[in-house]
């Protein structure tokens, strides 16, 4: 099975991912061998097993509801590209 | 504005409701509102790399509730899933929501139409999700800033059926939503501060079609009233299109209160492509039927169930059952007057209309009443007592509102005290009897009409004290005797 170009392209553009045009056959002969591989499962008759999300089969845990304040604004703001008056900046969002 | 009679509207809702824990969804940083930018925030909900959510047990205790509440069954086991998309106010570029096993599925509630019949309006589904940043535009230049405090706060996604047909039908639906979130305390449901928020899904097609037809989605509907605006506006907007012989784009349009219309969103290049997939880092989540049954039993009495029994067990008019219903203070505020010893009908009436007359004028809501239901319950009591006239309730009422003050203080320090003094009564009867013989002539002569204008004096000169009962008993055997 080999997928086209485009859904390729597509699934960079939704990664926000930049890819040359000149990679773009490389990428999509790559990508079409991985799900190739994974392919292979569908070979299996799994008519009568229950679908699973998750490997480990526990309960999610649940915590009280207690507030922690961890005042870390400065330490979580160091890590931001661009930031103003406490705030994170980004690239105006709207016009 | 109506819409076109040969075509009806298929209406469906999505609420999203923020649910009011003290801390997040999956981290203990607080939720409250207004707080300083980024000082409610931590590794987990700034999405840090390495950091492990964990569930919040008061928020599957709420989605319970909820769910219980719109007769919804509850899943024994429901899972979290990544909701993939790019925007700034969401720092881990995913959104933990549930998609393929929602919390709650099936549920529905009655709303009641303009003519008074019952509808019943069907919930497809309830599902817990984390809420985002906010971000700031307002006068930055050629920037936007971002406050990640609202990140991770618990939201229950609420997508009705697409049951509803008039922009009236919405709006009852919307009411009785918040009605029930609020009696249940999940929810403060104040849609202008965005912890209830609404999209609409609107589509119209001609009566007698059984297929719908392309609808849009509406957002930024910030009160039930621009909810009702908006889709009453679009369904015009599809039929004219409709008419002219075009056809409905399927998009997301954005509500402008200010202008009374909407506009398209700007289109993403990649429109609702969320590449759903079952969140790694939570296990499923598996609720009890032991569990179920311990919110079950604790679960408030609703809306529906109190107005039932406010008209079967009290005696109250549907419509005053519904009016003193409508929100969980009124009815607390209305059976502890009735607790005073007040009559309910008596009570029922007071608060529609001298409270809510009254609060409406001066733009307060019942919790800021300065009357207390206890004091309006002694101010009815006093009434049924004979003690004050309903006339003079009225004057000691004003007085309750401006001040707080309780009644039997108002009464003691205005002299309000109805007279029921027989003697002193007669007294000033003998007096008015004096004082206008041609009345009493007349009367004697067979117009009995006077009477009114003899009880009028006697209260006048009484100053509305008198028993009125005890006036006109006497002023009856004076004038026959």
Known sequence: ????????????????????????????????????????????????????SHAVDMPTPERPDIVVNTQRKEALLANAPDVAQGHFQVPKIIE | MSHDPLYEMV??????????????????????????????????????????????????????????????????????????????????????????????EQGELTIERDDGSHKRIGITRIHMEVDAGKSLHEGIQGASWIDLNRTGTPLLEIVSEPDLSTPQEAGAYLKKLRAILRYLQVCDGNMEEGS???????????????????????????????????????????????????SIVQETRLWDANINASRPMRNKEEAHDYRYFPEPDLPPLVITQQRIDAVAQHLPELPD?????????????????????????????????????????????????????????????????????????????????????????????????????NPETIVQEHGLKQVSDTGAIESIIAQVLADN????????????????????????????????TAVNAILQDKLTG
């Open chain 2, 437 to 468: 013989p041609q009345q009493v002539q007349q009367y004697r002569e067979g117009k009995t009409k006077v009477m009114g204008f003899l009880v009028g004096q006697v209260m006048k000169a009484t100053q509305g004290k008198a028993n009125p």
């Open chain 2, 11 to 104: 209406i469906g809702l999505e609420v999203h409701a923020q649910m009011r824990t003290r801390s997040k969804i999956f981290c203990g940083c607080s939720t409250t509102f207004g707080a300083e930018a980024n000082t409610q925030i931590c590794p987990v909900c700034a999405a840090f790399p390495g950091v492990l959510p964990v569930l919040n047990t008061e928020l599957v205790q709420m989605a319970i509730k909820t769910g219980l509440a719109v007769h919804g069954k509850i899943r024994e086991k429901s899972e979290f899933s990544r909701k993939n998309y790019f925007y700034p106010d969401l720092p881990a570029g995913y959104q933990i929501s549930q998609f393929e096993l929602p919390i709650i």
């Open chain 2, 305 to 405: 169930a109190k107005r039932q029994r406010f008209v079967r067990d009290l005696g109250l008019s549907e419509y005053d059952a519904g009016v003193l219903t409508a929100t969980r203070e009124m009815a607390m505020f209305f059976e502890e007057s009735v607790q005073q010893g007040a009559h309910p009908k008596t009570a029922a009436n007071w608060i529609s209309v001298e409270l809510l007359g009254r609060l409406n004028r001066e733009n307060l809501e019942i919790e800021q009443s300065k009357v207390s239901p206890n004091h309006l319950g002694r101010l009815i009591t006093l009434i049924q007592n004979n003690e004050i006239s309903g006339k003079i309730a009225k004057q000691v009422f004003d007085i309750m509102f401006e001040t707080g003050a």
């Open chain 2, 196 to 246: 209830l928020r609404c999209d609409a899904n609107v589509s119209v097609r001609r009566h007698g079609h059984t297929k719908l037809g392309t609808r849009t989605e509406l957002k930024n509907l910030n009160s039930i009233r621009n909810v009702m605006r908006a889709i009453e506006y679009e369904a015009n907007r599809q039929i004219d299109i409709l008419e002219s012989g075009g």
């Open chain 1, 1 to 52: 099975m080999s997928i086209p170009i485009e859904t390729v392209r597509h699934v960079a553009a939704l990664a926000r991912l930049h890819v040359d045009e000149a990679t773009l056959p490389a990428l999509t002969e790559q990508l079409s061998n991985i799900l190739n591989l994974v392919n292979q499962l569908n070979e299996l008759d799994t008519q009568d097993v229950v679908p699973m």
